[in-house]
Every structure is written in C-alpha cells, then in structure tokens.
C-alpha cells in the first residue's frame, strides 16, 4: 500500500525548501550536505529522504519553485491595457516585489542552475523564457522601433540586470523604496532607448564594409 502522505506534506516540503536555498545560498550547493540540511530544517535525514531524494531534486525545485512564483505574480501584474510606460513600470514593481524575502532563492537561482543536469536545466529556462518574453513585449511597448530587431534582446536583459543584481546593494531600510527603484529602472529604459535605432548602426556597417 502506498504511503499516504501528511495533511501539512506542502508546508513541510515549502520549508525544506526555503532553508535549503538558505544554506546553498550561504555555503554554497558543494557544501550542503543532505545531513546539514536536514539538521537545519530540524528533521531527521530519514524524513527529509521522505520528501526529497538527493540534494540535485532539493536544488531543482527551489529554482522552479521560484521562477514558478515569479512567473504567477508577473503574469497577474501585466496589464496590457495601460499606457506603454505605465505597464513597464509596474511589470518591474512587481517582480521587485515578489523578490522580498526571497534573497537565497534568487541567489540560488543565479549561481546553482549551472550544475544541474541538462533535461532539468531545460525546465526551468523555459519557465525563464516565458517571463522574459512578458518583459520584451512590455519593452518593444516603449521602444517599438525595436520590435523585431536584434537589439530588443540586449536591451530587454540590460533590464533585467538592473532588476536581478539589485539585491547585492538595496537595503529595505535605506533611502530609496522598491516602488522607487522601479520607477528608477523603468524610467532609464524608456529615456535610454527613445532614440535608439537598430537600423542606421547596421546600414553605416554595410556602408564600411563596402567601401
């Protein structure tokens, strides 16, 4: 008969999981051993093999766990209706928001992919893709002269390098606020790319080339 799993099995997994990206994030993936986890969450490593089997399953569902959640909140955030701006902005208050708290995970995220194996890497990218893609849309919004050119790419990642790296320096005490920040970010793309142009730099290139 198959074990029938306990009424608080989510809640339980969810912390396993939080402490987990803690001590990767903290010690590294390398360092964290199955044991030292399951002293962290307070079980015995009988019990954390109840929900996980190896330390690679424990590091895989932290990551999709989290692009998961960043996915859901993102989605519900944008709102293609609004002005252009508008709708870059609170894309990017959003996901700023659903970063609080979520330091480790986000760490994780960066620095552990990598080590997984190929197929699982594949899963969580293209949950990845899938939150980029909302961001593109919402950056050709401001910048349409960038739509279906190469440069939409570069710029959408540039954004997402002021958003992904903020956690090495903000400080929630600090002078500046996530609403600020988000209006800050939102604001250097939309100025940044007003008269940016993706044909003239490839049309002077051709130019060179052929004389």
């Known amino acids: 008969m198959a074990r029938t799993r306990a009424t608080d099995y989510d809640d339980k997994r969810r912390a396993i999981l939080d402490r987990s990206a803690e001590l990767f994030a903290e010690h590294g993936y390398d360092r964290a051993s199955m044991s030292k986890i399951a002293e962290a969450c307070g079980v015995s490593k009988a019990n954390l093999y109840h929900y996980y089997?190896?330390?690679?399953?424990?590091?895989?569902?932290?990551?999709?766990?989290?692009?998961?959640?960043?996915?859901?909140?993102?989605?519900?955030?944008?709102?293609?209706?609004?002005?252009?701006?508008?709708?870059?902005?609170?894309?990017?208050?959003?996901?700023?928001?659903?970063?609080?708290?979520?330091?480790?995970?986000?760490?994780?995220?960066?620095?552990?992919?990598?080590?997984?194996?190929?197929?699982?890497?594949?899963?969580?990218?293209?949950?990845?893709?899938?939150?980029?893609?909302?961001?593109?849309?919402a950056v050709a919004g401001v910048a349409p002269q960038l739509k279906g050119t190469k440069l939409l790419k570069p710029v959408t990642m540039s954004l997402f390098g002021m958003i992904n790296w903020h956690y090495l320096w903000f400080k929630s005490?600090?002078?500046?606020?996530?609403?600020?920040?988000?209006?800050?970010?939102?604001?250097?793309?939309?100025?940044?790319?007003?008269?940016?142009?993706?044909?003239?730099?490839?049309?002077?290139?051709r130019i060179s080339a052929a004389e």
């Open 53 to 137: 089997k190896d330390k690679e399953a424990l590091l895989f569902d932290v990551i999709r766990f989290h692009l998961e959640e960043l996915l859901e909140v993102v989605e519900a955030a944008d709102r293609p209706d609004l002005a252009a701006d508008d709708r870059l902005r609170e894309l990017v208050a959003a996901l700023l928001e659903a970063y609080r708290d979520a330091d480790a995970q986000h760490n994780v995220q960066i620095n552990g992919m990598r080590l997984l194996p190929t197929d699982r890497q594949a899963e969580l990218k293209a949950v990845e893709r899938d939150l980029v893609k909302i961001f593109s849309d």
């Open 173 to 205: 005490t600090g002078e500046i606020t996530r609403a600020d920040y988000a209006a800050l970010v939102s604001r250097l793309i939309v100025d940044g790319t007003r008269n940016l142009q993706a044909e003239p730099a490839a049309a002077s290139r």
